[in-house]
Nanobody
Framework: QVQLVESGGGLVQPGGSLRLSCAAS????????MGWYRQAPGKQRELVAH???????NYADSVKGRFTISRDNAKNTVYLQMNSLKPEDTAVYSC???????????????WGQGTQVTVSS
């Protein structure tokens, strides 16, 4: 089995910063891609940022220039540095990883439990 543990959410004022972390553990053979998604109340879940095993990244237009995704392959961890936060960034942020498991054929997608980010004065 594989577990994803997220941390770093919270309450921050507009213009502030937060750093989210998501660590994957368990019977992991290799991790392909990792990403962050968010879902605000009454809205559909959307991709925030995505990073491949080779380090290629892509971002939602709404966060380009403000958010940075990175990963530590040795720790199976993905980070999301969020700067210049706006009230419209308020949402539950969840990490996702696509990986191969030890001794199990195929590719699997796992989700973290989600962490609340609230941007408010």
């Amino acid at each position: 089995q594989v577990q994803l543990v997220e941390s770093g959410g919270g309450l921050v004022q507009p213009g502030g910063s937060l750093r989210l972390s998501c660590a994957a553990s368990g019977s992991i053979f290799s991790i392909n891609a990792m990403g962050w998604y968010r879902q605000a109340p009454g809205k559909q879940r959307e991709l925030v940022a995505h990073i491949t095993s080779g380090g290629s990244t892509n971002y939602a237009d709404s966060v380009k220039g403000r958010f940075t995704i990175s990963r530590d392959n040795a720790k199976n961890t993905v980070y999301l540095q969020m700067n210049s936060l706006k009230p419209e960034d308020t949402a539950v942020y969840s990490c996702n990883t696509v990986l191969r498991q030890l001794g199990v054929p195929g590719v699997f997608s796992y989700w973290g439990q989600g962490t609340q980010v609230t941007v408010s004065s």
